[in-house]
Nanobody
């Protein structure tokens, strides 16, 4: 069982930066592949970024590549999403999620555990 709690959301102007953090419970944190997703009003939840258990492999959606960076600290059971050059279209509720075993990083159905989400609003 893994519990995930996001923090760090807020209101920022376009071009600004925010750092999201997700704290996880559980003794086998490093065995989980972690992802960040987002959901804007009226839209489906979409993949943002993912990172392997050891942190050596990272994968990004094209829409955030070059602007967002995912990282993890297995000693502290945390995963972060550094978001730079934010755009109004990045406005959404951001969720962290954990998965193990087979599956695809970009599919919500691959993830077993989800946080409650944190709101990110980018003003123009």
């Amino acid at each position: 069982q893994v519990q995930l709690v996001e923090s760090g959301g807020g209101l920022v102007q376009a071009g600004g930066s925010l750092r999201l953090s997700c704290a996880a419970s559980g003794r086998t944190f490093s065995s989980y592949r972690l992802g960040w997703f987002r959901q804007a009003p009226g839209k489906e939840r979409e993949f943002v970024a993912a990172i392997s258990g050891g942190g050596g492999s990272r994968y990004y959606a094209d829409s955030v590549k070059g602007r967002f960076t995912i990282s993890r600290d297995n000693a502290k059971n945390t995963v972060a999403l550094q978001m730079n050059s934010l755009k109004p279209e990045d406005t959404a509720v951001y969720y962290c999620a954990a998965r193990s075993g087979s599956g695809h990083d970009e599919y919500t159905g691959s993830y077993l555990y989800w946080g409650q989400g944190t709101q990110v609003t980018v003003s123009s």
